[in-house]
């Protein structure tokens, strides 16, 4: 059955954004559209409605935590201030998905409780429910890899293109294109793009926004792996990353 992915690279601004969207059919994936900020507020919101309008049963994927860790509200709650926090600042700060990342990929996201991605998952979280209030879809998330209507996920493009082998170190810094270039070649090998690969040259945001869709192609096919504590990641969320090479 065809599925579409929506590829979300999350912003506090629209104008930050970048947005793919691509058709899977379960034997590979074409990227269709490309979307790079619009300045405009409220316009990312706007066009991926239309997408689910036109494909309500896809899947998004954002680039963006979308919970906190549970003992952090729990803790915040009864604190008063100028008094000690008995607990250490990793278990208030990280999700168990952030240790999980750690431990499989040696990698350490950032801190939603403490650092300024917050603020994106504030922002990722309200895009969430403004295009169900345009759309008047649910859009849950996704915790089993069979959706049959829009559904969304979190993903972790970087450490899917490390996992794919595609990452090329500085490929994120304006000025280098060529490593974007590169990254945007070793995609190809996974998916093919029908429109113009210039402005995911140009935008480090719409690359970023084609490796969600890798990464939820990963989802689609059960090659993400999931939480061993179901209950807690329906708390805090999860980061659906593929597995290390060997590891699978």
């Known amino acids: 059955m065809i599925t579409h992915i929506v590829g979300i690279d999350c912003a506090v601004k629209d104008e930050n954004m970048g947005l793919a969207l691509a058709r899977w059919t379960g034997a590979g994936a074409v990227v269709q559209e490309l979307v790079a900020g619009p300045r405009q507020a409220g316009a990312c919101a706007e066009i991926i409605a239309g997408w689910l309008e036109r494909y309500p049963r896809s899947l998004l994927a954002l680039d963006s935590p979308l919970g906190w860790p549970q003992p952090l509200p729990e803790k915040l709650a009864r604190h008063s201030a100028g008094e000690p926090i008995p607990l250490e600042a990793d278990v208030l700060f990280r999700r168990e998905t952030d240790r999980f990342i750690r431990r499989r990929h040696g990698k350490q996201t950032l801190d939603v409780g403490a650092d300024r991605i917050a603020r994106t998952a504030v922002a990722a979280l309200d895009l969430l429910q403004s295009i169900r209030n345009r759309t008047g ?54 998916l093919r793009l029908d429109c113009d690969p210039q402005i995911a040259l140009h935008s480090v945001d719409v690359l970023d926004a084609i490796a969600c869709v890798l990464a939820g192609i990963d989802f689609l096919q059960g090659k993400a792996e999931g939480p061993e504590d179901e209950k807690l990641a329906l708390k805090e969320g999860w980061t659906w990353v593929r597995a290390p090479q060997g590891m699978e």
Not at 167 to 177: S, T
């Open 137 to 190: 879809l649910s859009i849950p998330l996704a915790w089993d890899h069979h959706i049959a209507s829009a559904a969304a996920i979190e993903v972790y493009p970087g450490q899917t293109l490390r996992v794919h082998g595609l990452w090329e170190k500085g490929y994120r810094k304006a000025e280098n294109v060529e490593g974007r270039q590169q990254v945007l070649e070793r995609i190809q090998q996974h």
